[in-house]
């Protein structure tokens, strides 16, 4: 059974701390695409080198039409007008993760922004592919906006958007469809970690170098990109549609986001699909920024316990 060790050719581009990390840490783990598949597999920890959950307010879990919703409240009272609040989309492919593999950043989020956190345990491919989890992520943005105020104590003029890999991709999409309801739901910012944001990519013939450049990077490669990929979208049709990816949304729509930052790293395939959809944000007229982390592979927001990064 192979592990993960990392390829000559990318070992001299990663930070010497990251390296002793996954030598010591994940270079010996499987790769769970190599493995049959397994629902189990969701019950371990994804990315190991989580940072603890900090104490906040309260956790409260509430119940939506098909999953759950997981709710952080810092301490003390809220502002006049009621709590910002911070809607997180988990990562993890479509496939892995859940409503706590992010607990410690939603609680660091918490605790440091001062505002509600709501994240969403939104149902998993391959059991539940496209598009399962738009709808129970739209359905929670629609949840925080009418019940947030008497439930959660949340001020509906301040929401945010969030989301790291996968969750990234449910963020773009659900602040865009946000426009469409009737009536939209005002939202004041989107943040974009590591996003996915085309699910047409292939290996060869398309139009970002990281593709090529990081195809054996760590954590996430190719064969990894297209496991994900294949469980979450099986029908090629579905892959061009925007609420699918929200590379391809029209002009007209795209212009109504609101301001996005968005985060890449130097060594994930995913880092020129990131950057080609903040460029189209900035065409139409969208303010955005984005930050390319140096020496850095996808998933370091996860190890935010070891190797944290200065979001």
């Known amino acids: ?138 359905e929670t943005l629609q949840w925080i906006y009418e019940k947030g105020p008497s439930l959660l104590g949340i001020n509906t003029a301040f929401i945010a958007l969030g989301g790291s890999s996968a969750g990234g991709n449910l963020a773009a999409i659900i602040s865009m469809k946000a426009t469409q309801l009737n ?46 990929r294949d469980f979450y979208v099986p029908n090629e049709a579905d892959r061009t549609k925007w609420d699918c990816s929200p590379i391809f949304v029209p002009d007209d729509l795209l212009a109504k986001m609101p301001s996005t930052w968005v985060a890449v790293m130097e060594l994930d395939i995913l880092r020129d699909e990131g950057l080609a959809y903040a460029e189209r944000l900035r065409k139409v007229g969208v303010p955005v920024t984005h930050k390319l982390y140096k020496k850095a592979p996808h998933q370091i927001l996860a190890m935010d316990g070891r190797l944290c990064l200065p979001f």
């Open 1 to 138: 059974m192979s592990g993960q060790p990392i390829d000559p050719e990318i070992l001299p581009r990663l930070d010497p701390e990251y390296v002793e990390f996954h030598n010591k840490y994940i270079a010996h783990l499987p790769p769970p695409h190599t493995l049959p598949w397994d629902a189990n597999i969701r019950n371990k920890e994804a990315v190991p080198g989580a940072a603890d959950i900090l104490e906040v307010g309260s956790v409260k879990d509430y119940d939506l039409s098909k999953t759950k919703v997981r709710v952080f409240t810092p301490k003390g009272s809220p502002p006049e007008g009621g709590w910002p609040v911070y809607c997180w989309y988990h990562g993890g492919g479509w496939t892995l993760g859940s409503i706590g593999a992010e607990n410690a950043f939603c609680s660091r989020i918490c605790q440091g922004a001062k505002c509600v956190v709501a994240t969403v345990d939104y149902r998993l491919a391959p059991e539940y592919p496209y598009p399962a989890a738009v709808e129970d992520s739209l």
């Open 183 to 228: 009536p939209p739901i005002p939202l004041v910012h989107v943040q974009m970690i590591v996003p996915v944001t085309d699910n047409t990519a292939q290996p060869t013939g398309n139009p970002y170098p990281s593709w090529k450049e990081c195809a054996n990077t760590v954590w996430l490669d190719v064969g990894r990109m297209i496991w994900f």
